[in-house]
């Protein structure tokens, strides 16, 4: 449900049925004279696009569609399904006590609702719509890559597992943001319209995910391989998704540039450029304490996002110009994506002064000084 494509496809007739082949497009790419557009085809071909007519796969004699023997293998590969259905377990159990609390916490238990705290909420509403889902992914694990619960329900838990990734990735932005904000530019800092303009991000950061993301609804995701006797879900991509070759090219350089890359670059300016102010500015515990807090973030960030991007770019070009793919390791990857929605509410911990303070209550450990609290929460968040 969560995967690009990772094979090649062959035809038998190739034309009442053509095919998206990579040596094919390399061949028209270099015949091309303007270099603009060999780079837009180029990126545009990176991922083996299957073309179909009317259906994901042709049946009878004039026209079959076949992947390539290491797809099938891919598929056959009961291991590595068995270790993802297992890491995938244990995110959801994490996933669903750990960010369920943190929502009851966040919405019911902590006042007043500063930015930073719209923007956890915001967070955890992802992080809780990503563990609802995984328990699907796990069944079509577990059932040999084989999905029973038709093209609507692959299309909606795709787009679930993609709004988590992206919408966490812009929602630390917005947070690192909000610090820099706080703690650099506090002269420029408007009190005043920080809750309202942290509502219109968050509004922002969906419209934009969703918008990008909007193929995803109105495909059918699934692909029949009758060598296997399987229905995959979203594990091979058809190149019918989006109707032109110019279109995939916004699609992947949103996914990988826009949502991704930027965000990434905006969040380390954020952080570093906190870290550096407070490192001069004093030497006091509390802001040494802050300044960890301002690494874990950003090493949160880099371990769970950016592995799963760089291998979705590198795979993309191994697959077009060497005929080769680390998509078994792009798999891993995104489980290794997962992982935030468990991390998240222990950043919360330590970002939140009155998230912090209930926790410690609900638990029964002591919660330190007010004046403390306070001054932890004052130096990191600029609050």
């Known amino acids: 449900m969560v995967h690009f494509l990772s094979g090649t496809i062959t035809n038998t007739n190739p034309i009442s049925s053509p095919v998206f082949l990579s040596h094919n497009i390399c061949t028209f790419i270099c015949n091309r ?104 992914q796990i069944s079509y694990q577990l059932h040999g890559y084989n999905w029973t619960l038709g093209s609507r329900m692959c299309s909606f838990l795709t787009l679930v597992f993609y709004t988590n990734m992206y919408c966490s990735i812009l929602t630390m932005m917005a947070i690192g943001i909000d610090r820099y904000m706080g703690i650099v530019k506090p002269m ?28 995803l609804m109105t495909t059918d995701l699934t692909f029949e391989i009758p060598e296997l006797r399987i229905t995959t879900c979203f594990d091979v991509l058809k190149k019918a998704m989006l109707p032109s070759v110019a279109s995939w090219s916004a699609f992947l350089f949103s996914l990988v540039f826009a949502l991704f890359l930027f965000p990434f670059c905006v969040t380390t300016f954020c952080y570093v450029s906190v870290i550096r102010k407070l490192a001069r500015d004093s030497k006091t515990a509390q802001k040494k304490r802050a300044i960890r807090l301002a690494f874990v973030v950003l090493l949160v960030f880099v371990l769970c996002f950016a592995p799963n991007n760089i291998l979705l770019l590198v795979h993309s070009v191994l697959r077009l110009f060497f005929d080769k793919s680390v998509y078994m390791a792009y798999k891993l990857s995104l489980c290794l994506s997962c992982l935030n929605s468990c991390l998240d509410p222990f950043i919360y911990y330590f970002a939140s002064k009155d998230f912090r303070m209930k926790l410690r209550e609900m638990v029964n450990l002591p919660s330190v000084t007010s004046a403390d609290s306070m001054k932890m929460e004052t130096l990191y968040s600029g609050q």
Request: proline share 4%; glycine share 4%; hydrophobic share 50%.
């Open 188 to 215: 420029s800092f408007r009190k005043n319209k920080r809750k309202a303009v942290a509502i219109f991000s968050c509004f922002l950061m969906w419209s934009l995910v969703l918008s990008i993301l909007h193929p």
């Open 33 to 136: 004279h303007t270099h603009t557009h060999t780079h837009t085809l180029a990126f545009a071909a990176s991922l083996r696009l299957l073309e179909v007519t009317d259906h994901p796969v042709m049946t009878g004699n004039s026209s079959r569609t076949h992947l390539d023997n290491a797809t099938l293998s891919l598929f056959q590969n009961v291991n590595t399904s068995i270790a993802i259905s297992i890491i995938y377990m244990i995110v959801t159990g994490i996933n669903l006590v750990g960010n369920g609390l943190s929502m009851w916490l966040l919405l019911f238990r902590t006042t007043p609702k500063t930015p930073s705290i719209i923007f956890m909420i915001n967070l955890t509403l992802t992080d809780l719509a990503l563990g609802t889902a995984l328990p699907f």
